[in-house]
């Protein structure tokens, strides 16, 4: 097995997004590199990924684990930390080749000129049925999106998918989302903070959502289904500049990015498995856990809608070219 596994390294000691997106701090600018046009990696290279300590990463590591990358002649430096926002700044600068993250920050940034590439799929959240967020709460009053109006609002992070999503559910409600307040609460300690009162309602990832639904709250919202159903949740990226200098691997990281989605898709048994030593999280509620969809390709309309919101309640002043974004 060749990888190594960082759980809160250097990543963490970087610039956040928000003083990279300030500055408007750019890599090699835009790039034209067809990494599918590269010949093929023919040697073992080295690159460092970044990826979030959450349970979607589980599928990341079987993929290392049961030799997908090293097939593509891949040695993996896998960094896990707390710090989300230096990632993708990280990227940018070049000091780690390649991430897995959300698509919002990373069209922020190129709306910023800042050089990154969207290069595949990870992982989305479903178009119907159970889904793998949501908003609950514990006073029964709160029922529908509309009900949130005036009321205080956790999320893990201001500015990003979830109040975005959640604004829009409001408005398509009926609601004013201008009237929410928003309060940004890391995702362990919702529940705790909705029981004491000092939050009205909460947007959470399983297993935070099914477990206050089992101890007395309930559903408000499938934020997500409601407002973009199957929206991307997590995409590989790196920068244009390495991109540029290193199609051959990029189109092998490509490839076996693929490859592991699709295993952790087939067998999601087995990417549950690696949660309990990853994350910490018990047996049995790692074997219950509803992850992500691994298995669809790259849905480019929810990332079109997605910015579309994002210029709607003015995160972002205008659209951008997802074609000069997006390298599959």
């Known amino acids: 097995m060749k990888f190594s596994l960082k759980r809160a390294g250097s990543i963490a000691a970087l610039a956040t997004v928000t003083a990279l997106v300030a500055t408007g701090c750019a890599g090699g600018g835009d790039t034209t590199t067809d990494p599918s046009a590269a010949e093929e990696l023919t040697e073992m290279t080295k690159i460092s990924v970044a990826a979030l300590p959450i349970a979607p990463t589980a599928a990341l590591l079987l993929g290392i684990e049961e030799g997908i990358f090293e097939k593509h002649n891949l040695e993996v430096d896998l960094t896990t930390g707390q710090g989300g926002a230096a990632i993708l700044p990280a990227v940018a600068q070049g000091q780690v080749n390649f991430a897995i993250g959300q698509p919002l920050p990373i069209i922020l940034a190129a709306s ?18 159970d889904d793998i967020n949501g908003v609950a709460a514990l006073d029964p009053s709160i029922a529908s999106p509309k009900d949130l109006e005036g009321k205080r609002v956790a999320v893990n992070t201001l500015k990003a998918a979830g109040d975005l999503t959640i604004m829009e559910a409001i408005e398509q409600d009926g609601g004013d989302p201008s009237n929410v307040e928003w309060v940004e609460v890391p995702f362990p300690e919702m529940q705790a903070q909705l029981v004491a009162g000092e939050l009205d309602a909460a947007w959470l990832p399983e297993p935070f959502l099914s477990k206050t639904i089992r101890e007395g709250g309930q559903l408000v919202t499938y934020n997500n289904q409601d407002t973009i159903p199957g929206l991307t949740t997590l995409v590989g990226f790196t920068s244009g500049a390495y991109m540029d200098e290193n199609p051959a691997v990029v189109k092998a990281f490509q490839e076996a990015l693929a490859e592991t989605r699709a295993l952790a898709n087939d067998d999601v048994d087995a990417a549950r498995s690696v949660l309990p030593e990853f994350l910490g999280m018990p047996e049995e509620a790692a074997a219950n856990l509803l992850m992500e969809d691994f298995g669809p390709e790259l849905n480019v309309d929810s990332i079109q809608k997605l910015q579309e919101l994002m210029v709607k309640f003015e995160f972002m002043e205008e659209e951008i070219n997802l074609d000069d974004l997006i390298v599959e």
């Open 112 to 129: 910023k000129g800042i050089d990154v590439k969207i290069i595949g799929n990870y992982s989305a959240s479903y178009a119907e049925g």
